[in-house]
């Protein structure tokens, strides 16, 4: 049982899939982005966002849009198509792509079609190495076509953004999806080789209770997905103006979210699932688990990973990039984007510059969140010890002489121990999500 201590879980933190995080992003030329592409070598990912779906979701707060206008989407391919020529022609002869993921939105809001022609084109402009692919699919608008295109591709990694099996939940958060369309996206996913499948699965969502997740759960188990993400819905209607359609009062309090976070971890590994950092789950045979198991777990914009590129190149309107030296997002208005891309101009408009004491932060935070350790002679000063204190007392970690360790009681409180070690935090409640 996991001890609830509401004060330490009272102010919201970052997912920190970056650090500094995208909250602290200011104006950046595309020049900066340019030599730190410039400067890339060995081994990089590449990450390419399509902001759209054909329905979009009360929940969401990804950067997407509706794709029923076919022109809006074809010019948004058309620059997509040139923003890859220009950065294929910026990169460095010695870069490889190793790994290729494709997100959003929903990827197979495109045609396959437009999905193959996409592959082809990353195919000829990149040095493309035996690539692991990834993607993420929205069960209601998969079909066969889509599945043997993932086959032909050589897609193993696929993400179904499943959230919740309960037809209540599912009409409040606007994603209503029946049990047989997911078993039936499973077995088209399976037949066509993808061997680490993925299912999202959330939490504190409007009218949801504790029984409605645990049989989300068992049929989730029974269908076996090789990982499963659990998300707690973050409810930030003053960002996102979708999620005003829901009301605040039909969503779960603070200590039923903790609860129900406490019921996924307990029911979860006891069916033979590994916990992967706080709110992850992968069976022991995935990637995933096996690189946490040897310490190799990275935490990127993806979330957990075991890519261990120190370079991510994104494309696309909003996408981000991750170099040693620098952050930088893509415009992410899609028109603004396709004007610049479609004139052969970087988009980058967004970012930062990490200085070597970010780096020394950011390793600190990554190992918190990824190992459930770090080494913090460092940082080690009156200020952080103070604010570790009331986690020590509370055996929810440990410090010996320098080694920080979160215990298994603390898990849930990983992110807001990481976050100490963040100077650039605000304390606002407006910016993040609950930390459970």
Not at 234 to 240: D, F
Request: charged share 20%.
């Amino acid at each position: 049982m996991w001890p609830y201590h509401p004060d330490l879980l009272a102010t919201p933190v970052p997912r920190y899939t970056s650090y500094p995080t995208a909250a602290e992003f200011g104006r950046l030329s595309a020049t900066q982005y340019e030599e730190a592409m410039g400067n890339a070598s060995g081994a990089v990912s590449l990450y390419i966002h399509i902001p759209f779906c054909e329905k979009i979701c009360y929940y969401c707060g990804c950067n997407t849009g509706k794709s029923g206008k076919r022109q809006r989407l074809e010019s948004y391919l058309d620059a997509l198509a040139c923003e890859i020529d220009l950065v294929s022609d910026i990169l460095p002869s010695d870069a490889h792509v190793r790994r290729i993921a494709f997100g959003g939105g929903s990827p197979n809001a495109i045609s396959p079609r437009e999905f193959l022609a996409l592959v082809d084109r990353l195919t000829a402009r990149f040095k493309i190495n035996d690539p692991t692919f990834s993607i993420e699919l929205d069960p209601r608008t998969f079909s066969a076509d889509w599945a043997q295109a993932i086959g032909s591709v050589g897609i193993e990694r696929a993400s179904l953004g499943v959230q919740t099996f309960a037809p209540h939940c599912q009409e409040a958060i606007g994603r209503v999806q029946p049990e047989s369309l997911i078993e039936r996206s499973v077995e088209l996913l399976r037949e066509n080789g993808v061997t680490s499948l993925n299912f999202d699965l959330m939490y504190g969502l409007p009218h949801q209770s504790q029984n409605d997740l645990h049989d989300s759960f068992q049929r989730t188990i029974a269908m076996g997905p090789d990982r499963i993400a659990l998300f707690g819905y973050a409810h930030v209607p003053h960002l996102i103006a979708r999620q005003r359609v829901i009301e605040g009062n039909a969503l779960p309090g603070l200590e039923e979210r903790f609860a129900m976070a406490m019921l996924g971890h307990a029911c979860l590994t006891e069916h033979g699932y590994r916990s992967i950092g706080f709110d992850h789950f992968a069976k022991p045979s995935d990637p995933l688990a096996q690189a946490s198991a040897t310490g190799k777990l990275r935490r990127n914009f993806q979330g957990f990973t075991d890519d261990q590129s120190p370079v991510l190149i994104g494309l696309g309107s909003s996408a981000v990039s991750s170099f040693p030296t620098l952050l930088a997002q893509n415009e992410k208005n899609s028109g603004r984007y396709r004007m610049q891309a479609s004139q052969s101009r970087l988009t980058t408009a967004l970012g930062i510059a990490r200085t070597n004491y970010d780096g020394v932060r950011a390793k600190i935070i990554e190992a918190l969140l990824c190992r459930g350790s770090a080494r913090i002679a460092r940082m080690l000063d009156e200020p952080v010890l103070d604010a570790l204190r009331p986690f020590i007392e509370l055996e929810l970690a440990t410090l010996d002489n320098d080694e920080l360790s979160i215990t298994a009681s603390g898990l849930p409180y990983a992110r807001v121990i990481a976050a100490l070690f963040d100077t650039y935090r605000p304390q606002s409640v407006r910016r993040f999500s609950s930390a459970v």
